[in-house]
């Protein structure tokens, strides 16, 4: 199994716990530092100085602008799109359980709109099943072969099935 060897974040999350947890995980921390952070003048005062420095310097590095770029081409839109379109720019109830539950079933109306942009078109799949009922012979005489056999549908290769149960306690 991989093991984590970065991470990535904004200038929110920058902070010397932050950064000192991350080398004690033995991961890197790709994470800016925010301008109040940095010393004013050109060497560090504290251990927090001396780590945004040091933080600084990883983002700005190859490894740390590609971590920037991933950030915000497979987080970022996401995120937007939980805040604009699922309602979690906002807290619905209190408490951490609310809120994770409020956020998984948000992630989980993102998940279903990209599984549903790979289901079969209405017309060739399961959904075209009463049109291909009403258009079937009804009778044993309307059949067109001799055998005396119930017309049967038979869906595609692309049927999809999905099933969604949610648990709210």
């Known amino acids: 199994m991989p093991e984590l060897a970065s991470v990535g974040a904004d200038q929110g999350f920058a902070a010397e716990r932050v950064w000192q947890d991350a080398a004690e995980r033995q991961f890197d921390a790709y994470s800016p530092p925010q ?3 940095l010393p004013t003048s050109g060497e560090p005062r504290t251990n ?3 780590l945004a420095l040091e933080a600084r310097a990883r983002a700005k590095s190859e490894r740390g602008l590609w971590a920037y770029r991933r950030r915000m081409a497979d987080a970022e ?15 619905r109830c209190r408490g951490t359980p609310a809120f994770h539950v409020q956020l998984l079933l948000g992630c989980a109306a993102i998940n279903l709109k990209r599984l549903a ?3 079969p078109a209405a ?4 959904a075209a099943a009463p ?3 009403a258009a079937a ?3 044993v005489a309307d059949q067109p072969h001799h055998d005396h056999q119930r017309a049967t549908i038979k869906p ?3 049927q999809l099935v999905w099933s969604i149960s949610l648990c709210m306690n």
């Open 35 to 37: 301008k109040t952070l």
């Open 48 to 50: 927090a100085q001396r």
């Open 77 to 91: 839109g996401v995120i937007a799109e939980l805040k604009t379109l699922h309602g979690v720019d906002r807290v």
């Open 117 to 119: 942009k790979h289901a």
């Open 123 to 126: 017309h060739e799949g399961v």
């Open 131 to 133: 049109t291909a009922v």
């Open 137 to 139: 012979p009804t009778t």
């Open 156 to 158: 595609g290769r692309q």
